[in-house]
């Protein structure tokens, strides 16, 4: 049976049988023993995106993996965490994760500098990174901005949004439907009014020329 630990754009945590291109954390959310989620769903504003594979570090998800095991521990933070996974970066952004700065350090510092330029703060920190997004995403239930078709079109590539239970996002120039198991083309259907899932600083970030890592089936 799938373990809870596969996130949606919505940020959202579920058991689904495919793993995705990347793992990320939010802290230690689930019990070790019963490998369940906790009531909790973050212990840490920072939510980052990490490496799969990395060195030679092995972890048991939702498992014991603190001290000596292999635990990842960014500046700041603590060791041990639960494992999450994405189907792709595009993902892990809407859902209001950053790179890491451990595993992903050259992404996560081209993520942050163009934060600071789309924000205007000289030199930002992660923290400061952190607990922007922290007050952005649908997952801390942030009321999420409506979008009207117009607002869509003048998104960047790789911000998603929605109508209902159904995500989108962009990819040259074409609209692409998502899926745990991969994108398919699509049309925007009519409606009154989208959501945007992706954090408005990652917008930015995006709009200021941060590139995702986007799964395969984005490109068919």
Not at 172 to 181: E, K, T, V
């Amino acid at each position: 049976m799938p373990l809870q630990n596969r996130v949606d754009p919505f940020g959202v945590i579920h058991a689904v049988a495919e793993r995705g291109m990347f793992t990320g954390n939010r802290g230690i959310i689930h019990d070790p023993d019963t490998r369940t989620l906790l009531p909790r769903r973050w212990t840490t504003k920072a939510w980052i995106i990490c490496e799969c594979d990395f060195g030679d570090q092995r972890r048991v998800p939702m498992g014991r993996n603190g001290g000596r095991d292999g635990a990842r521990k960014e500046p700041g933070g603590k060791a041990g965490w639960t494992e999450l996974f994405f189907l792709d970066e595009v993902t892990a952004l809407a859902a209001g994760h950053r790179p890491c700065f451990y595993c992903r350090r050259e992404r996560a510092k081209d993520f942050l500098g163009r934060f600071a330029t789309a924000s205007g703060i000289a030199e930002p920190r992660a923290p400061q990174l952190d607990t922007r997004l922290h007050g952005e995403r649908l997952a801390s239930r942030t009321k999420p901005a409506v979008m009207t078709p117009a607002d869509i079109a003048k998104l960047p590539e790789g911000a998603m949004f929605s109508t209902g239970a159904t995500c989108f996002t962009r990819r040259d120039g074409r609209y692409l439907q998502w899926s745990f198991a991969g994108y398919i083309s699509a049309s925007i259907p009519e409606a009154d009014g989208f959501v945007l899932l992706t954090p408005p600083a990652t917008v930015a970030v995006l709009r200021a020329g941060y590139r995702p890592d986007w799964h395969a089936s984005a490109g068919a």
